[in-house]
């Protein structure tokens, strides 16, 4: 059976999020936002049957396992506190929170709730780049490169001095 998704914000990232909840084979039941029109643009796009404009109403009334939350920031922490007490896993988008003490908060809740509380930190795979537009993938393989060619001249050289001395 298919993980259920409840989505609160109807931005941009939720394009993001919907598509990799879709992809992992879950069904995206419900989208809120408080612009009304575009929860129902985005639950068209997604096919979610249900939109709401309040958070509250949208994890009583819809039959969801889990929520996305996808808003300001000010408010990851606060509305992550009401799902995972209401009974919902949660993913929250980055920064958790403000600050330590709510993170602390919204880990405490997800323990006593005996719910998932996933952050997104979509970044930590993504490969950075140096001042010269370099990834640091393309960083590693010039200095395994480099390495190489040290090595071959090194071995050049000991053959060349291997051969001078006999």
Request: include cysteine; charge should be negative.
């Amino acid at each position: 059976m298919a993980t259920k998704i409840g989505i609160i914000g109807a931005g941009g990232m939720l394009d993001y999020h919907a598509k990799g909840f879709q992809q992992a084979g879950a069904e995206i039941v419900a989208i809120t936002d408080m612009n009304e029109a575009s929860a129902a643009k985005a639950a068209e796009q997604w096919k979610a049957p249900n939109i709401f404009t309040d958070p509250a109403e949208m994890v009583e009334k819809a039959d969801i396992d889990a929520v996305s939350i996808i808003v300001p920031n000010k408010f990851h922490a606060p509305l992550s506190l009401q799902c995972l007490k209401a009974g919902k896993h949660v993913f929250c988008e980055k920064p958790p929170a403000i600050n330590a003490t709510e993170v602390e908060e919204m880990i405490a809740a997800a323990s006593s709730a005996d719910k998932k509380l996933m952050f997104n930190f979509n970044n930590r795979a993504r490969l950075e780049e140096d001042d010269d537009g370099m990834s640091a993938e393309e960083q590693r393989m010039e200095s395994v490169s480099a390495k190489l060619e040290e090595l071959e001249r090194d071995a050049s050289v000991r053959c060349l001095l291997s051969a001078l001395v006999d």
